[in-house]
């Protein structure tokens, strides 16, 4: 069972047992929780993808935390752990459903994830308040409300991270210090601002009623439109990037696909080895753009395959490669994995530690391609037995072992 399945069953299962629990005991002070709910739902509605496999929901999240931190004098009955979980599970499920109909891309696995987050980050705020405590401008009242808000969010983020790098694990097959590496530092970048929007929704709906969430939903609006922007950016980047990787298809100095398949052996290889999520969009597009230098030779090499050119035409071209590169301005650290990609690890990386790991990879992703992939015939096997002849000559031996763990998990182009 995928890690997927089971953050589903226990979202759902934990969802659906919320949902009973308050249709039993009833629910308080249901226009705070329909107000809460809309939020939530409208957040859902209108998440995006902020990064290649992902989708954020920046005003569901911070409405859904700042529910489960409800204590005030505008608020009679906070409520309940269980209501909490309940309002935002069916309002999770409002917001999808017009995306499911649409047809626009949605994700049930990390909606489950934010509800499990929400739901522990409810069930710490319950365990470290009672219901007396109220933001009535005492300090008496105000510090022990303000340190539970700090440590629910900090225990959904948490609970997020630690869910996100199991799944990572999982399904990229990234070391696990590595995957919950990259989560904190996503938190620390996104999910610091959702939790601001968070606290902001409780303290001024506690204080000041149904007044508050139109105030604060302006800063959570502004969030909102930053985060679409730069999802935006990024894939214009990537767009960009893909254009110029298909020049050499195009221009017959590689094979269809051949690029996006050296590419996705290379992030296998990167995931592997835990490189960061900068590292390692910086590797994949410098083994889609790993090619264009060859646009500056004269003939085509035949099938595409540039291991069959001399070694000064390989490096003439990632030379040159990397100048087109640089020129773009803002690919400086992929220009650079570009023109060491032709280096012998005997004379580069070995000798030179400036040499970005990354090199290797690109170097021995594209070897492995042009031995497997389309038209050659080569088993994986086979493959690897030629790539291991050149181990600490030609192939960085860290890379050369990191290729071995990806097929032998199975991977193909």
Not at 64 to 74: E, H, T, V
Not at 77 to 82: G, H, K, L, R, S
Not at 123 to 151: D, E, K, R, Y
Not at 345 to 366: D, F, Q, T, W
Request: glycine share 10%; hydrophobic share 50%.
């Amino acid at each position: 069972m995928g890690s997927g399945v089971v953050i589903v069953l226990a979202g759902g299962c934990l969802g659906l047992t919320a949902v009973l629990i308050t249709m039993g005991r009833g629910l308080s002070e249901w226009p705070v929780a329909l107000a809460f709910g809309f939020l939530i739902a409208v957040g859902e509605m209108v998440q995006f993808r902020v990064d290649r496999s992902r989708n954020r929901a920046p005003i569901a999240t911070s409405a859904a935390l700042g529910y489960a931190m409800l204590r005030g004098p505008s608020v009679d009955v906070p409520p309940e752990v269980a209501q909490v979980i309940a309002v935002t599970a069916v309002a999770t499920l409002a917001g999808i459903l017009p995306r499911a109909v649409a047809g626009l891309w949605w994700d049930v696995v990390v909606s489950c994830r934010r509800l499990i987050s929400v739901a522990c980050a409810a069930v710490v705020f319950a365990a470290v308040t009672s219901p007396s405590l109220s933001w009535n401008g005492t300090w008496q009242h105000a510090l022990p409300l303000a340190l539970a808000m700090l440590l629910s969010v900090l225990t959904a983020a948490g609970v997020d991270a630690l869910v996100g790098a199991g799944q990572a694990t999982e399904q990229d097959n990234r070391p696990f210090p590595a995957a919950l590496r990259d989560e904190l530092a996503v938190v620390g970048r996104i999910g610091m601002a959702m939790a601001i929007g968070g606290v902001l929704l409780a303290a001024g709906t506690s204080v000041l009623g149904l007044w508050a969430p139109p105030l604060v939903l302006v800063p959570l609006l502004l969030t909102q439109f930053a985060f679409r922007r730069y999802a935006s950016a990024q894939r214009t980047y990537r767009t960009t990037v893909r254009s110029m990787a298909r020049s050499t298809e195009i221009a017959g100095f590689s094979t269809p696909g051949q690029n996006a398949r050296t590419a996705s052996l290379a992030v296998a290889l990167g995931n592997d080895l835990g490189l960061t999520p900068s590292r390692m969009e910086a590797l994949e597009y410098a083994a889609l753009l790993s090619g264009v230098g060859q646009l500056a030779l004269a003939d085509p090499s035949p099938g595409g395959a540039s291991l069959l050119r001399s070694r000064e035409e390989r490096q003439r071209a990632a030379e040159i490669g990397a100048s087109v590169i640089e020129r773009s301005g803002v690919l400086d650290h992929v220009a650079e994995i570009v023109r060491h990609s032709n280096d012998p690890y005997r004379h580069g990386r070995a000798n030179n530690s400036k040499i970005p790991v990354e090199s290797g990879i690109v170097n021995v992703a594209l070897a492995y391609e042009q031995l497997v992939g389309e038209g050659t015939g080569q088993s994986p096997e086979k493959a690897m037995e030629s790539i291991g002849l050149g181990i600490g000559a030609e192939y960085d031996p860290v890379v050369v072992e990191s290729l071995r763990r990806v097929v032998g998990r199975g991977f193909r182009f």
